[in-house]
């Protein structure tokens, strides 16, 4: 699992997470912190999830990853969309 926070508290909090069960790839985007709303989108391919995450993360904001296991480096999403996907709104 990935998982990225904007770096604000509360209300504007937003966390955006990658997994996978080893079969299946999950994009979910989080508002307002761990009460707040979920969407979560599921694909069949790394590369199609990695093209939603990158569009959800956008460039317009100073994403954290923040490392989910102590062996987990930082990364960055691979590749850029290549298609529009909404993020939940």
Not at 19 to 31: A, F, K
Not at 47 to 52: F, L, P, S
Request: net charge negative; hydrophobic share 20%; charged share 35%.
């Amino acid at each position: 699992m990935r998982h990225w926070w904007n770096g604000s508290e509360a209300a504007q909090r937003r966390d955006i997470y990658l997994r996978t069960d080893g079969r299946r790839w999950e994009v979910e985007s989080r508002e307002g912190g761990e009460g707040g709303r979920s969407a979560r989108r599921t694909y069949a391919t790394e590369d199609e999830a990695q093209r939603v995450l990158r569009e959800w993360l956008g460039t317009t904001v100073d994403w954290r990853d923040i490392p989910t296991e102590p062996h987990d480096p930082p990364t960055e999403p691979r590749d850029p969309p290549t298609e529009p996907h909404d993020p939940p709104t």
